[in-house]
């Protein structure tokens, strides 16, 4: 069984959610989610954080920079998450680069 499928992204790349989902937040799921047509993907906690900033004007740099100041106490490792999120987020098909 392999894990999940990752794409790198080039850090000044702006990202975009894909065209076919919708982000948005959902009281049901006490959180945000991304709504396509088979389905959805809940993103609960810093997933949401995340994809709030994935919105076509943002690099990977710059989200990372937000995250940062939004949230100083954030563990010092916060780039490689907010990476490897991205990465596996970009691998599914959730987001792309414009």
Same mark, same amino acid.
């Given at each position: 069984?392999?894990?999940?499928?990752?794409?790198?992204?080039?850090?000044?790349?702006?990202?975009?959610?894909?065209?076919?989902?919708?982000?948005?937040?959902?009281?049901?799921?006490?959180?945000?989610?991304?709504?396509?047509?088979?389905?959805?993907?809940?993103?609960?906690?810093? $997933?949401?954080?995340?994809?709030?900033?994935? #919105?076509?004007?943002?690099? &990977?740099? +710059?989200? @990372? $920079?937000?995250?940062?100041?939004?949230?100083? #106490?954030?563990?010092?490792? &916060?780039? +490689?998450? @907010?990476?490897?999120?991205?990465?596996?987020?970009?691998?599914?098909?959730?987001?792309?680069?414009?």
């Amino acid at each position: 069984m392999s894990g999940p499928r990752r794409v790198a992204i080039d850090p000044a790349a702006t990202l975009a959610i894909a065209k076919h989902f919708r982000f948005q937040w959902e009281p049901a799921q006490n959180c945000h989610v991304l709504l396509y047509p088979e389905g959805m993907v809940k993103l609960p906690g810093s $997933a949401g954080e995340i994809m709030q900033r994935v #919105d076509g004007s943002r690099s &990977l740099d +710059a989200i @990372v $920079a937000e995250l940062q100041a939004a949230f100083p #106490d954030a563990p010092p490792d &916060l780039r +490689a998450d @907010v990476t490897d999120f991205l990465e596996v987020a970009h691998g599914n098909g959730w987001i792309r680069t414009v």
